[in-house]
């Protein structure tokens, strides 16, 4: 089992950046599949990112591409979100996600992860 555990989150001004990272333990994280994904006040958790662990393919929701960054260190068992040019509708809880091998597609699916952490307040201020 893995256990998960989100940090750098907090309080930004619109346009901002912060660097959510999200430390693995009890297994290494270079075999597991990642996603970041958020959830608003009343409303359901989407889909932010995801990174393989073969390969390396990233993706993103088309509301953050070109401004979140996915990477992966697998010799710190880390994974990271750089999320620049922040708006208020980024304002959410971010968690971070693990699962052995997601099936082709299934990235984007919260169901799909098996392991999650328990999320890190970002909140965008305009």
């Known amino acids: 089992q893995v256990q998960l555990v989100e940090s750098g989150g907090g309080l930004v001004q619109a346009g901002g950046s912060l660097r959510l990272s999200c430390a693995a333990s009890?297994?290494?994280?270079?075999?597991?599949?990642m996603g970041w994904f958020r959830q608003a006040p009343g409303k359901e958790r989407e889909f932010v990112s995801a990174i393989r662990r073969v390969g390396g393919t990233t993706y993103y929701a088309g509301s953050v591409k070109s401004r979140f960054t996915i990477s992966r260190d697998n010799a710190q068992n880390t994974v990271y979100l750089q999320m620049n040019s922040l708006k208020s509708e980024d304002t959410a809880v971010y968690y971070c996600?693990?699962?052995?091998?997601?099936?082709?597609?299934?990235?984007?699916?919260?169901?799909?992860?098996?392991?999650w952490g328990q999320g890190t307040q970002v909140t965008v201020s305009s």
């Open positions: 009890g297994r290494t994280l270079s075999n597991y599949d």
């Open positions: 996600a693990a699962d052995r091998s997601l099936g082709f597609g299934a990235y984007y699916n919260s169901n799909s992860y098996e392991y």
